[in-house]
Every structure is written in structure tokens, then in C-alpha cells.
């Protein structure tokens, strides 16, 4: 590829990962200037209607200014500073923060992983990591993959002692709420099952993840990554259930 057309893709890759600061009526939010090209991870803001009463930026629901007087940041809706929301949304935000302040940075510094694409037999060690924008796991090792978060039906989390089954996101994440898979839980994550469609295909591919072996820090660092993707698998059902 010439210079010019390295120049030319970059210029487009800037373009769709462009962002606008805009006005809505519930605050100042900072959003792709393309709606397509926003995070998975994210969600609309809801519509209402100017009263009297206040409303809660995340639900859309009125309220009195006691049931709904703390302002708490709401990154998901691209708010720019914290807003209005009611004491039951509170909580939801709050717990959301740690993926944001977290998790996030955990998914895109990257992890180590064996990868075994399909039936095969044959493994590869992969880095695995949550592009910038958010919309993409890059695969990199002797081979490269971009596999296009949106596209993905399937996550599994694996366990020690867990035997995987078909199950989608939802039904899968449900199911490990009170398992707390964390990096210092009591149930260790242990690799991943993952299906997706690539553009154009009409079967799914499914990769298994399988965390590395090779030091006890590369092992720590696949299991926090595995725990943050548990977390981003659900907020990411979320998004599409809305």
C-alpha cells in the first residue's frame, strides 16, 4: 500500500472516530458525528417532555427534586458532566463507573491468550485487546484478526468446573452474576467461548480463548481481562435490549 493510501485510510479512520459536542435538553453530551460508528457499550437517551417536575436523564421518568436531586456521571449516554438522575438509576451508574474507570482501561491494554479458531486443533498465542473506539477485539499474534464487537451473539466466560453449553449473552451472564468472577473472586476465570458472524457470512465462527500458561503475571493478567470482557459482555446485551 503507497504512502498516500496509508495517508488516505487514516484520514477515513479519523473521520468515523470523529466526535461532536452537542446540546440535548438533558445536558451536554460529546457523541460520534457518525451514529453508526458510536460505542457498542452505549445508550440512547431517552425522550421527554419539559415540565415541572424533574426528570431523570437515564430512565426518562418525572420525579420530585428529592427523588431526584444527585447528579452522578453517565458515560454510557456520552454525558459530558454529571447529571440528574433518580436514586434507583444512581446505583446502576455508580456500579457502571468501575467498568469505565477500570475495566475499559483493562480490555484495551490486552491479555494473552491461546486461540483455537473453530474445530481446529491447532492453537496460536494471541494478544487480545478492545480497540480505542471501543467497536473492535484485535487479535494479534502470527496471524491478526479485527472482530467487530457489534457482530458478536455469544459470550461465554469459562470456569473452573464449568462445563460450556449454548447459551447467549444474556442467559450467560445471568448466570454468572452470582458466581462475582473477578480477578481476586472465588471463581477463577479460565478461558472464553465466543461466536460471531463476519460481514457478509451467513454462519457463525466461534474462537476459544484459553488463558496463558506461561507465567503466573501473563496468567493473573488473562484472568482480570476475562473478568473485565464477564462485565462487557452484559453491559454490551444491555445496549441492544434497550
Not at 435538553?25 to 419539559?50: D, N
Amino acid at each position: 500500500m503507497s504512502s498516500s493510501s496509508v495517508a488516505t485510510a487514516g484520514g477515513a479512520a479519523l473521520r468515523r472516530d470523529g466526535k461532536k459536542l452537542v446540546r440535548s435538553p438533558s445536558g451536554l453530551r460529546m457523541v460520534p458525528e457518525h451514529r453508526a460508528f458510536g460505542s457498542p457499550f452505549g445508550l440512547e437517551e431517552p425522550q421527554w417532555v419539559p415540565d415541572k417536575e424533574h426528570h431523570c436523564r437515564r430512565c426518562g421518568k418525572c420525579f420530585c427534586d428529592k427523588c431526584c436531586s444527585k447528579k452522578v456521571p453517565l458515560p454510557r449516554m456520552c454525558f459530558v458532566d454529571p447529571v440528574r438522575q433518580c436514586a434507583e438509576c444512581v446505583l446502576v451508574s455508580q456500579k457502571e463507573m468501575e467498568f469505565y474507570d477500570k475495566q475499559l482501561k483493562v480490555l484495551m491494554n490486552g491479555a494473552t491468550f491461546c486461540v483455537t479458531i473453530g474445530t481446529s486443533e491447532k492453537s496460536e498465542l494471541m494478544i487480545c485487546r478492545l480497540s480505542n473506539n471501543q467497536r473492535y477485539l484485535f487479535l494479534d499474534g502470527d496471524s491478526h484478526y479485527e472482530i467487530e464487537i457489534a457482530q458478536i451473539s455469544t459470550v461465554q466466560i469459562l470456569t473452573e468446573g464449568f462445563t460450556p453449553g449454548e447459551k447467549d449473552i444474556h442467559t450467560y451472564t445471568s448466570l454468572l452474576e452470582s458466581q462475582h468472577i473477578t480477578e481476586g473472586g472465588n471463581t477463577r476465570a479460565t478461558g472464553m467461548l465466543l461466536q460471531y458472524k463476519e460481514p457478509g457470512a451467513q454462519d457463525v465462527t466461534q474462537m476459544k480463548f484459553t488463558a496463558s500458561e506461561d507465567s503466573n503475571s501473563n496468567k493473573k493478567q488473562s484472568t482480570t481481562w476475562l473478568a473485565a470482557m464477564h462485565k462487557a459482555a452484559k453491559l454490551l446485551y444491555e445496549s441492544r435490549d434497550q
